[in-house]
């Protein structure tokens, strides 16, 4: 059973910073590629970055430059470093698994950016 796990949301003001963590167990981590998406209210659910079991990461035009994903195979767990926040990021943020696609999904956690 794979079992995805966020954390290290919260209220930042515009211009901050924050860390979220995604632990996910149950799954062989190493060989998967793992993605951060981003809902907010009323919106759709939107791809926010992605990185391959080779740590190829890709990112969404609108988080380019601010945003890194990064992850530990270590301690099978994948990373979201978010700098220089805006209110447009507000969301709730989830971590997410591929294999046939993205099949596995995390509870999410909440970020908040006030201005």
């Known amino acids: 059973q794979v079992q995805l796990v966020e954390s290290g949301g919260g209220l930042v003001q515009a211009g901050g910073s924050l860390r979220l963590s995604c632990a996910a167990s149950?799954?062989?981590?190493?060989?998967?590629?793992m993605g951060w998406f981003r809902q907010a209210p009323g919106q759709q659910r939107d791809w926010v970055a992605a990185?391959?079991?080779?740590?190829?990461?890709t990112l969404a035009d609108s988080v380019k430059g601010r945003f890194t994903i990064s992850r530990d195979n270590a301690k099978n767990t994948v990373y979201l470093q978010m700098n220089n926040l805006k209110p447009e990021d507000t969301a709730v943020y989830f971590c997410?698994?591929?294999?046939?696609?993205?099949?596995?999904w995390g509870q999410g956690t909440q970020v908040t950016v006030s201005s």
């Open positions: 997410a698994l591929y294999r046939d696609n993205w099949d596995y």
């Open positions: 149950g799954a062989n981590f190493v060989i998967n590629a």
């Open positions: 990185i391959t079991s080779g740590t190829r990461a």
